[in-house]
């Protein structure tokens, strides 16, 4: 916890008469002790009659400041009835009158994020997943971590952490935590090693490993950020997929111009792999499922959402459906959403549409790698990953304006291999999906 001494929510003063405003917390929880309307500079005052709620989830609503028609000073801190959790959510409703040029501050204690592997938390099977999902949604990031992810692990073997992590256990207290964190089958520390531990057990390991700030080791994950000064968040949640392992954030904004103006964003990165096994384990286990991530764009799309879904599907337009099915992951995605800002190049179909448009190369790549002998992923050494497989599907009142970071493409697979990423040029084993999208219902359009 660190102490909050005055955070402001909008970044531009604003002016609010009869009506209101609500917003959420971009990345922390607060236990809250009050309120300002300005800053040290500001002395001025409105008149005007008003209420502030907070929330815990956006639903149920706690009255924590009722003004009757009188002078507020902005530089006074308001009292307020304190509600006896964490909230995230508030809203400023004026009943009579007008303030005028203020910012609205929150006074209390913040909660700030916690990396998952610090609590021990598990995906392993469907039932830890759900355990998992709900204590974290109810910390209110837009952040899922990939729990045991390979991109750790491979981190603390190159760094000798996991051996100094081993060694620390052996030095425990209790004799069998070393043997109960190693691979059984490799040796060395398993990738999982923090999920056969008590919660706050890995946080003393790292540091007797001489890992100074546990706080700042993390797993990969998805994120999804936003432009705060323009939108805001409403809702944040995260949907771990029911086999377990992976899911998606879902995040609706709010237009800071127009509140009624909304837009949800989904962002996901889909198991990887490139057999027909592979594609049917991301369509059975992580698209077509109840509780995967079609049914939430289809859900969405039908209330008439304006949709932007973001992923590394590592599947590409032109990849097969396996076995006896009749879609892939890119046809299955492209009729549920509708759009795709691949489209002039690839129809719904996965079909590759844009060949004469220019003679001299290929179609378009956002992975170009090989991967070498010292890959974490034995299976996929030597292979070239030469193909689109990051996407951005988009629904409702949006229209693909132009691609930012232009599509790379090579005259062949064997010039690509000239300029394999990472690179010191393109850090990321993927080039960047930057674009463009028209929002007919924002703002300022």
Request: proline share 5%.
């Amino acid at each position: 916890m660190e102490e909050l001494e005055s955070t402001a929510n909008n970044f531009e003063r604003f002016t609010i008469g009869k009506g209101w405003v609500q917003w959420l917390l971009p990345d922390s929880w607060v236990h809250l002790q009050g309120f300002s309307f300005g800053d040290t500079d500001q002395i001025n005052s409105s008149t005007a009659s008003f209420r502030i709620w907070c929330s815990e989830d956006g639903a149920t609503w706690h009255l924590a400041y009722e003004s009757h028609e009188k002078e507020i000073s902005y530089d006074i801190v308001l009292s307020c009835k304190r509600p006896p959790g964490l909230v995230k959510s508030f809203k400023l409703e004026v009943l009579e009158g007008e303030l005028s040029d203020i910012f609205f501050n929150i006074h209390g204690i913040l909660q700030t994020y916690r990396p998952a592997h610090l609590d021990g938390f598990s995906d392993a099977t469907a039932e830890k997943a759900i355990q998992f999902q709900k204590e974290w949604d109810s910390r209110g990031f837009a952040f899922l971590p990939h729990l045991a992810s390979i991109s750790m692990h491979v981190y603390m073997q190159n760094t000798g952490l996991g051996k100094r992590i081993l060694e620390a256990a052996s030095k425990s207290k209790d004799p069998g935590l070393a043997q109960k964190i190693t691979d059984a089958k490799k040796g060395g520390l398993s990738r999982r090693w923090y999920q056969q531990l008590p919660p706050g057990t890995s946080q003393i390991l790292l540091q007797e490993a001489g890992f100074k700030d546990p706080q700042r080791l993390d797993d990969m994950g998805v994120a999804i950020f936003w432009k705060d000064r323009r939108l805001v968040a409403t809702e944040i949640s995260t949907h771990t997929y029911p086999g377990g392992g992976k899911g998606f954030v879902k995040v609706r904004l709010s237009d800071r111009r127009d509140p009624k103006s909304t837009l949800v964003v989904l962002g996901t990165h889909l198991s990887s792999g490139e057999e027909p096994k592979d594609e049917e384990e991301r369509l059975s286990s992580e698209l077509l499922c109840e509780g995967g991530l079609i049914p939430a764009i289809k859900e969405l799309r039908g209330s008439g959402e304006n949709l932007v879904v973001c992923m590394d599907a590592n599947s590409h337009p032109e990849t097969k459906p396996p076995g006896e099915r009749k879609a892939s992951c890119w046809q299955e995605l492209h009729r549920a959403a509708g759009a795709s800002v691949w489209d002039e190049f690839y129809n719904e179909n996965g079909g590759y549409i844009a060949e004469g448009k220019r003679k001299d190369v290929e179609h378009p790549v956002t992975t170009n790698k090989v991967r070498g002998p010292q890959s974490a992923q034995a299976k996929k050494i030597g292979l070239h990953a030469y193909s689109v497989i990051d996407h951005v599907f988009y629904a409702g009142n949006l229209q693909f304006h132009e691609h930012v970071h232009q599509p790379v493409q090579y005259p062949s697979a064997k010039d690509a291999l000239q300029e394999v990423l990472p690179s010191l040029r393109d850090p990321s084993d993927h080039y960047p999906v930057i674009v463009d999208l028209k929002w007919q219902g924002g703002a300022g359009k």
